[in-house]
């Protein structure tokens, strides 16, 4: 996926708020927002940047803190992956944070690459959400639960995996 600063994101996303998927070779975990400073931008190139992942009752929440963007939550199901099989026999996982503004362009994009243990950890986990029977709406009705149930900080503080870059 050919993802450009100063470039409309290869898919429109309408809403304001946070998406993620695993596409090709790296998980896309999307903020998008209406306006994003310049000073917004610098820090989550500059000031270090947390990705974590919380598992629980077969839902994964990854975790990213970066700059002066306060912690999003995404939510993850593995059974809903189109590139499921490729992520799941990955050797080592990247990732990118992107920063869209509400007329779809990225504004910033970070890319990461996972330690190998971090990342044999996080296949692990998604390959046990993965072997878990699958019935529609189940995955939501957890992910809502959580969502009820903890704020992403406190889901921070219980993560299986945290790494910091």
Known sequence: ??????????????????????????????VKDEFWSEEEKAMLMRDP????LYYRYDVAVFLVSAGDIDTSDFYFNVQECEWKAQLLSA???????????????VCCRRDVTFPKADSQQIIKLLQQ???????????DVNAQGLMSALQPFEMQEKA?????F
């Open 1 to 30: 996926m050919n993802i450009n600063v100063s470039q409309p994101f290869p898919i429109m996303i309408d809403e304001l708020g946070t998406v993620m998927d695993y596409v090709e070779d790296r998980f896309l975990f999307v």
């Open 49 to 52: 940047m947390e990705v974590d």
């Open 91 to 105: 050797g080592q996982l990247q990732a990118s944070l992107i920063l869209l503004d509400a007329d779809n362009i």
């Open 129 to 139: 959400q993965s072997e878990v029977r699958y019935h529609e709406g189940e995955f």
């Open 160 to 164: 299986a995996v945290k790494m910091k």
